[in-house]
């Protein structure tokens, strides 16, 4: 069935249409490219180390020589990978993937529940761990598949004597990194020390080979593990650049990598694309010490930096932020979660530069609407769907919606998922069949083709009968003065059914629960006001910024 692309007429200037998805039969084949073209470039930069395009080469070949041959791992094996932002993190993703073999991204802060769930789940055979995680991993192990652990540390690769300092304040001064057994475990350096020794087999990688097992639905029941190719990743790559090429310079771009590269946001539009146009990948380890973010920003004449709304709230309101040098920036993406308008509005007031909202899913690799990078303004939409894709407003029947009515965004496009690993049942669940994934997000589309979410359709309150968008809430208390982070969330009423409940973090300590409702009463009609309003010192996040309103529900409430 045919479906009508009223975005494509607002598209920006020299933006296709299609992209084509052929023209790389794999990631390995984009590195390459990046390789040969941007040899001598700098590709990733931790704490003073930097690595070129022609260092990595030589690393991911070396600790793909060790998976294949020390360790004689088979085709589609899984290696899972635990750590922050350091630079082992590229040199283990593009090993593992030049030897033919699938990468699991492993959040580190994972409990051992969690943790165990997924190497199970997974079967991964090798696991590269942070020391200052490896506790966690050494409590489950045992009852994994996992054959060989690869611990490293934050100064590794940083040399001396620079890594040995690091290293020792990490352990013993900080005390960062609790005490562990893994009898048999090696060092990074070791594992790539024995696979320069041996030659690297060739491997041919295809398209539909699983690049990827990224996890997803931890924070709403058990993770399950979309299934990325190398062609849904690759088809993002190229639906991303074709987006902002315009804009970005070859062999010029230094972003700044926050978020980590285990989540698919910074994995795919930080580690992947900008590796395509030879850009430099600033990597950043802890971005919750605001503090010591701005002192890094400060000292990088960055082009470009993406993050999620409370990342980029957190760096406004931390002294410093704006005396920092923005001549050079040019792109500035927020995803991951919806983009409020006071933060978006105080950023372009601060930086110069728009923030551009954007919208993936793990399951799309992760891009699919994107805002053009020429706004002037933000514009509170998630943007058009990018090159290659198609989007639908669907109701409850599976019936398209027209233009201006809310319902499910439903997606199509080279990107898509090809599953959920071992979960037949659950993949069922969002591929629909007409091939279409349902995003769980409540939006429309207006006549130019600009989507808007409303909001995750399992957050939605129900007041007297009437939909409730904890968004629209959110977005009005965020431009309050003294607020610095609000949440709002349905709890149960006997009138009404729900009420709203807003959990507001305060700048202005003297701020009331009644001047919270006082000022929500003009900007809302009466069934959207909070019944409830809790003050806390923070909110409840996952590790990249997220907020989990499903806690805000489940736990006590505080002081009202």
């Not at 490293?152 to 960062?176: H, N, Q, R, W």
């Not at 507001?504 to 309003?533: H, M, N, W």
């Amino acid at each position: 069935m045919s479906i009508e692309r009223p975005w494509l007429s607002s598209y920006p200037q020299g933006v296709p249409a299609e992209i084509d998805v052929a023209e790389f039969p794999s990631i390995v084949s984009v590195l390459d490219n990046a390789i040969e073209r941007y040899r001598d470039r700098p590709a990733f930069s931790h704490m003073g180390k930097v690595l070129t395009y022609g260092e990595i080469d030589r690393l991911s070949r070396d600790f793909a020589s060790y998976l294949l041959n020390d360790r004689k791992l088979k085709k589609g094996d899984r290696v899972a990978l635990m750590m922050p932002n350091v630079l082992q993190y590229p040199i283990a993703i593009f090993g593992v993937l030049r030897a033919g073999l699938t990468v699991v991204n492993t959040n580190p802060l994972y409990t051992q529940r969690e943790l165990k769930h997924q190497l199970v789940d997974s079967g991964a055979k090798v696991l590269v761990v942070l020391e200052n995680m490896a506790h966690t991993a050494a409590a489950v192990i045992g009852e994994t598949k996992v054959e060989q652990v690869i611990v490293t540390s934050i100064g590794e690769l940083l040399g001396f004597p620079k890594g040995t300092l690091v290293d020792f304040v990490v352990k013993y001064v900080k005390k960062m990194v609790p005490d562990y057994a893994l009898p048999g475990a090696i060092g990074f350096r070791k594992a790539l020390a024995l696979g320069a020794a041996a030659t690297l087999p060739p491997v041919t990688v295809a398209s539909d080979d699983i690049a990827f097992l990224q996890y997803t639905g931890g924070t709403t029941g058990v993770a399950k593990g979309a299934m990325l190719t190398h062609r849904n990743l690759v088809a993002n790559m190229q639906q991303a650049s074709a987006w902002i090429g315009t804009n970005a310079k070859p062999g010029e771009e230094i972003i700044i990598t926050a978020l980590p590269l285990y989540h698919i946001f910074a994995l795919t539009a930080n580690c992947l694309v900008f590796m395509k146009f030879g850009g430099l990948n600033h990597l950043i380890t802890n971005p919750r010490d605001m503090p010591g973010f701005v002192k890094e920003l400060k000292s990088v004449r960055f082009t470009a930096i993406t993050g999620v709304n409370t990342l980029f709230n957190g760096l406004l309101n931390t002294p410093g932020f704006d005396s920092i040098d923005f001549s050079s920036l040019h792109l500035t993406l927020g995803g991951g979660m919806a983009v409020q308008r006071a933060v978006a509005e105080r950023w372009k007031k601060t930086t110069g530069c728009t923030l551009i909202e954007a919208y993936g899913l793990t399951e799309t690799s992760p891009a699919a609407c994107m805002n053009p990078l020429d706004l002037k303004e933000f514009n509170g939409a998630i943007g058009l769907p990018i090159p290659s894709t198609l989007a639908c407003i669907k109701d409850d029947d599976g019936r398209m919606l027209p233009v201006g009515e809310i319902g499910e965004l439903c997606l199509k496009g080279p990107q898509v998922m090809q599953g959920y690993w071992q979960r037949p049942e659950e993949t069922a669940k969002v591929m629909d069949a007409e091939g279409w994934l349902h995003t769980g997000d409540m939006a429309k589309m207006d006549a130019a083709g600009y989507f808007y979410i409303v909001d995750r359709k399992k957050d939605m309150i129900l007041v007297s009968g009437f939909n409730v968008y904890p968004n629209e809430i959110e977005d009005v208390l965020a431009t309050m003065p003294g607020v610095l982070e609000v949440a709002a969330v349905g709890v149960p009423d006997e009138k009404s059914g729900e009420a709203v409940k807003v959990v507001v973090v305060r700048k202005d300590a003297s701020i009331t629960a009644e001047q919270v409702k006082a000022f929500c009463k003009d900007k809302l009609t009466g069934y959207k006001l909070p019944k409830l309003v809790e003050f806390r010192t923070e909110l409840p996040k996952t590790n990249v910024g997220k907020i989990l309103r499903r806690e805000l529900r489940d736990q006590p409430s505080g002081r009202m």
